[in-house]
């Protein structure tokens, strides 16, 4: 009897400790769990969704659409907590511009055909070819443009077509370095042949007669330069301003940027290293394949705070534009070609619209910068994951991907005149 009972005993002590240890794990578990919900509900630097300061599905962060009425979209708080200097408002469009777009400077980046009414069952006046470019007379809500070349005036695809910029969209600052000194680096080293360098054949800078002044001729296709038009009045209405660099870029110099930082890699280890690893791969940097800016529905640009404003008088249109800016913190350099400047933490598609929501933020990403996304993000671009300063118009890319343009032109005259 004695020791059935001290076996009974130790068989109740036993169990006794066992449901101890079950509690003390069960217990652990519960608090490793809550510490993670906790940080990952307080962290930023990981989730691209809470530098909003939102727990929000992303989807539903950026689900307006841009109108002639509506600006967009609900702008990170980082955003909002530097004031304003000045007191620079959005300006007033005109359908989806701050000008009329008649008379603006237009281009096509491959064959198109003009027809002689605003409808391709009508006769074909004539056939343009890769870099002709026209004055355009008109825009219509269902995709035409009305254009007048040499003596010949007709209709043309709007999504066909580039658009000069500054013509419909002068409030922003216009600085094509590569078109007069390339401000490409890698790790900071100058790329030989690209770096200080005119990577165009020609001037791209020349006298707009709509402006009154020498400008840059930057050109984008219409329906991106009307997103980038929509993301300048965002920037503007909480004291920002885009400065463009480059939208369309020819392809010779895509390839003049990829040969130099080849060549600098072949001698920099360091260089080698800031571009190719387990993550990156060079080509996220540079290619010598055709892609978005040859296309033309990129942009690489960057975000300035507005100190002072001033009126611009175009025929008989007023826009305010910004007169004094002050840099921001960025990742990178502009156009520093290097691991220093992703946005990400690592690749994902180019050409997925949402591939970005998935993906943690890069460590090196500053406030500013994220900013300057969530305003692109907001006019419907989307970001690339290896440059804080290129955004992509996929839905461009998707109405010209059965005539796109393959980049083998320089956009060098302007036949700008005031718009009626």
Not at 24 to 41: D, E, P, R, S
Not at 127 to 141: E, K, P, R, V
Not at 184 to 191: E, M, R
Request: aromatic share 10%; with cysteine; hydrophobic share 35%.
């Amino acid at each position: 009897m004695t020791n059935r009972k001290k076996k009974n005993n130790d068989q109740y002590a036993f169990a006794q400790n066992f449901l101890r240890v079950v509690i003390i794990v069960l217990i652990i578990l519960v608090l490793v769990a809550a510490f993670m919900i906790f940080k990952k509900n307080s962290s930023g630097s990981d989730n691209p969704v809470s530098v909003h300061g939102s727990n929000k599905d992303p989807d539903a962060l950026f689900t307006d659409t841009a109108t002639d009425d509506t600006l967009l979209p609900p702008i990170t708080y980082e955003a909002k907590i530097r004031e304003k200097t000045v007191d620079i408002q959005p300006n007033a469009q005109y359908n989806g511009f701050e000008l009329p777009i008649d008379g603006a400077t237009g281009y096509v980046g491959t064959t198109v055909s003009v027809y002689k009414n605003p409808d391709k069952s009508s006769s074909v006046v004539i056939a343009m070819g890769m870099g002709d470019c026209f004055t355009i007379l008109a825009d219509t809500d269902d995709g035409w443009l009305q254009i007048k070349s040499g003596s010949v005036i007709g209709w043309i695809e709007s999504r066909l077509c580039f658009v000069n910029l500054p013509d419909v969209i002068p409030s922003i600052i216009y600085k094509n370095t590569n078109a007069s000194s390339s401000i490409y680096t890698s790790s900071l080293y100058p790329i030989p042949g690209v770096t200080n360098e005119n990577l165009y054949e020609v001037s791209n800078k020349a006298y707009n007669p709509r402006l009154g002044r020498d400008e840059y001729i930057i050109i984008s296709l219409y329906s991106t330069a009307k997103k980038i038009c929509a993301a300048q009045q965002i920037a503007l209405d909480f004291g920002y301003t885009l400065v463009m660099h480059e939208a369309y870029r020819p392809y010779n110099v895509q390839v003049k940027i990829y040969n130099g930082l080849k060549a600098l890699m072949n001698k920099n280890s360091k260089v080698r290293a800031g571009v190719s690893n387990e993550t990156w791969s060079t080509t996220w940097f540079a290619s010598t394949g055709r892609g978005s800016h040859q296309y033309g529905y990129a942009i690489d640009a960057n975000l300035e705070h507005v100190e002072s404003c001033t009126s611009v008088t175009v025929g008989k249109y007023t826009v305010t534009c910004p007169y004094e800016t002050k840099s921001l913190e960025m990742p990178s350099p502009m156009h520093e070609l290097s691991v220093m400047s992703i946005t990400y933490a690592y690749p994902f598609s180019s050409i997925k619209a949402t591939g970005w929501k998935s993906v943690p933020l890069a460590d090196t990403m500053t406030v500013d910068a994220l900013v300057f996304r969530d305003i692109c993000i907001g006019a419907g671009f989307t970001p690339l994951a290896s440059e804080w300063w290129h955004f992509n118009d996929l839905d461009a890319r998707s109405a010209t991907s059965s005539k796109a343009a393959d980049g083998n032109f320089y956009p060098y005259v302007c036949l700008s005149t005031l718009p009626d």
